[in-house]
């Protein structure tokens, strides 16, 4: 297991409940998480604590730039919602579905959202992240993710 930590941040300009509602909602989640070049769907998702959820992202190009950590274009990550705290945080575990010893472990993610003047700074912040992800890509995953929030609630 590794102890690196990969953190982004982005002020939002909307609520901190509206930003909130968008991550509950599977449906929602699904259209604003994928990074860029990704699709997702949820084959379980129970929002409150303890509650469980599996999520499926594909590679629009089939895995070729990037290879699936669970088939050659699809990463499944799996885990619980350890902390449901509505406008202010969500924390989940993620456990990614792959043969590749450097991909195993058990990342938490936080989600933090703090209003400011101008919205919402949201901060997610990837503790444990397992040796297979580059800080690089992670990094730049979450700044999309932010990016594709953003650009769902404003």
């Keep these: 297991m590794s102890a690196r930590v990969d953190t982004a941040s982005r002020i939002i300009a909307a609520p901190a409940q509206a930003i909130y509602d968008a991550f509950i909602d599977p449906d929602r989640q699904a259209r604003w998480l994928?990074?860029?070049?990704?699709?997702?769907?949820?084959?379980?998702?129970?929002?409150?604590?303890?509650?469980?959820?599996?999520?499926?992202?594909?590679?629009?190009?089939?895995?070729?730039?990037?290879p699936g950590k669970s088939a050659a274009?699809?990463?499944?990550?799996?885990?619980?919602?350890?902390?449901?705290?509505?406008?202010?945080?969500?924390?989940?575990?993620?456990?990614?579905?792959a043969d590749d010893s450097a991909f195993a472990g058990t990342m938490t993610i936080e989600w933090t959202l703090a209003p400011v003047a101008d919205g919402t700074r949201v901060t997610v912040t990837a503790r444990d992240?397992?040796?297979?992800?580059?800080?690089?890509?992670?990094?730049?995953?979450?700044?999309?993710?932010?990016?594709?929030?953003?650009?769902?609630?404003?």
Excluded at 77 to 94: D, H, K, M, N
């Design 129 to 154: 992240v397992p040796t297979g992800i580059s800080a690089e890509d992670h990094v730049a995953g979450l700044t999309s993710t932010l990016a594709n929030l953003a650009e769902f609630v404003e």
């Design 34 to 66: 994928p990074p860029t070049g990704m699709t997702a769907r949820f084959e379980r998702f129970e929002p409150h604590p303890g509650g469980r959820y599996r999520k499926v992202l594909t590679y629009a190009d089939g895995g070729a730039a990037h």
């Design 73 to 97: 274009d699809t990463d499944i990550a799996q885990g619980r919602f350890l902390v449901l705290e509505p406008a202010s945080r969500i924390v989940q575990t993620a456990d990614f579905v």
